[in-house]
């Protein structure tokens, strides 16, 4: 039996991608969110301008929240602008709201926003991990491991 693919969104355009969490949390399960904008935040967006460095996901009242994410005002825009740090609503389903909440309180994990993009029609999405965080032991493995994979590679180059 083949093995399963990996689920692959349809990113047309990264606008604000966290590399981090790889290193920081076993990512365990993701998730695409809609993201619910108002104002000129999908223009600031466009403009490539966001940062969901230090940004998590919560869950309150049956919903879920980005939060601590940045999205700066948008440069051309009048006195109406965003605030740039407002909490924003992600858009999941039931189902997908519940699954979260059980893990996240049964087994204490995370969500962390991987990735804010553009999808082929024009969406704002974030790519949502439920993950565990790491320990240091933990890091040093992983980035040990990494780095026996890249030494392995370079001898496999040389020697044929």
Do not use: C
């Not at 590399?19 to 619910?36: I, W």
């Not at 962390?112 to 082929?120: I, K």
């Not at 991990?129 to 180059?157: E, F, I, P, V």
């Amino acid at each position: 039996m083949a093995r399963p693919k990996p689920v692959t969104f349809d990113k047309q355009k990264t606008v604000a991608d966290n590399r981090r969490v790889r290193f920081d949390y076993f990512v365990d399960e993701v998730f695409e969110a809609g993201l619910a904008l108002q104002g000129t935040e999908v223009k600031a967006l466009r403009a490539g301008e966001a940062s969901i460095k230090e940004s998590y996901a919560e869950v309150r009242d049956g919903q879920v929240w980005l939060v601590n994410a940045n999205v700066p005002e948008y440069s051309h825009g009048n006195r109406i602008n965003h605030e740039p740090r407002r909490p924003r609503k992600l858009l999941l389903h039931e189902r997908e709201i519940e699954k979260l909440v059980g893990a996240v309180e049964r087994k204490g994990m995370t969500l962390v926003p991987l990735s804010v993009y553009f999808n082929a029609t024009g969406r704002a999405k974030v790519e949502l991990a439920l993950a565990k965080g790491k320990q240091n032991h933990d890091k040093r493995a992983t980035s040990k491991d990494r780095d026996w994979k890249r030494d392995k590679a370079r001898l496999m180059r040389e020697k044929g």
